[in-house]
């Protein structure tokens, strides 16, 4: 193994061990969660570090992140049923979904289940690459989502799906967010997590301006999104208006209402669409990782 940089990497952006650093998955865990469980991650945090110098390290951390899932889901049955399972991943998986056990949406466990057994049962050469952090990360999050309060999830989840379905309709083709004096053109938002577990009740919002998606010496300079604590949030004409926590100010998101606001956009996003770097895969590896630290906030 070599000790420079696998130059795989410039493809996705990253061009020094600071680049790389700042991408890394952030593998924490809820207390609760078994031992053995944490200790196999030890293996998945240096085979990534690795991949740094050999790029195929990547693909051996996510492979053990997998199995180690799957342990963990045995681990759990046998702490909630008394009993331990004989069942299938797949079985495993639809015991937690009827718990109540993921955060998740049943299609991304259920696409968790399908790359398990595409690692399983190999027929041809694959390789995840770079995917696999974000992959990681979600693994991670299952895992910990193992050993949450049930009634607190199923709040949590209500509200999370309201907020992010009027958040989508009002960002579907770009917005404006003003916040402390500023006038940005905001192409996602997201709310990464409602914290229920705490009084009051927090809500971190993710906006993220748009940058400048066109390649310069073969890097793209991307701004990194505003990710603001809220603790309330509602509409108002046609607006949507969240009080921070931090300072006692507020932010309104709007419509795209100006021409020449909705032609910068356009014109934006086909430079987005187009760009030979994969940027709508970066976006929501990072969306995962900013998600991952807020959540682990409540904890530490």
């Not at 940089?5 to 952006?13: F, P």
């Not at 049923?81 to 993921?102: C, D, V």
């Not at 300072?247 to 795209?256: H, K």
Request: aromatic share 12%; charged share 30%; proline share 3%.
């Amino acid at each position: 193994m070599g000790s420079k940089q696998d130059n795989i990497w410039k493809c996705w952006n990253i061009h020094s061990k600071q680049d790389f650093d700042h991408f890394l998955p952030r593998i924490e865990f809820h207390p609760q969660v078994d031992k053995e469980v944490t200790q196999r991650f030890d293996l998945v945090r240096k085979l990534i570090h690795h991949s740094y110098h050999e790029y195929d390290f990547l693909d051996a951390a996510y492979e053990r992140a997998l199995l180690t899932l799957e342990m963990s889901l045995h681990r759990r049955h046998i702490e909630l049923e008394g009993t331990p399972s004989e069942h299938t991943l797949t079985a495993l998986i639809s015991w937690g979904q009827n718990r109540g056990l993921f955060e998740d949406q049943k299609r991304i466990t259920d696409g968790l289940v399908n790359l398990r057994n595409h690692v399983g049962h190999l027929k041809a050469h694959y390789q995840v690459g770079y995917l696999a952090l974000g992959l990681i990360q979600r693994i991670i999050e299952i895992i910990n989502d193992l050993y949450e309060d049930d009634e607190l999830r199923k709040k949590r989840k209500r509200e999370i799906r309201c907020c992010q379905r009027i958040l989508k309709q009002v960002v579907n083709d770009g917005a404006i967010l003003e916040w402390q004096k500023q006038r940005l053109i905001i192409f996602r938002a997201e709310l990464l997590w409602f914290e229920n577990r705490l009084s009051p009740h927090r809500y971190y919002f993710l906006f993220w301006p748009l940058f400048d998606p066109i390649e310069k010496e073969e890097s793209v300079k991307i701004c990194d999104p505003l990710v603001i604590c809220c603790d309330m949030w509602k509409t108002k004409e046609n607006t949507l208006v969240f009080h921070e926590i931090n300072d006692d100010g507020e932010l309104r998101l709007l419509d795209l209402s100006k021409s020449e606001d909705e032609c910068k956009y356009r014109d934006w996003k086909q430079l987005f669409d187009q760009s030979s770097f994969p940027l709508q895969q970066f976006v929501e590896i990072e969306i995962g990782k900013r998600r991952m630290e807020v959540r682990c906030l409540y904890k530490r």
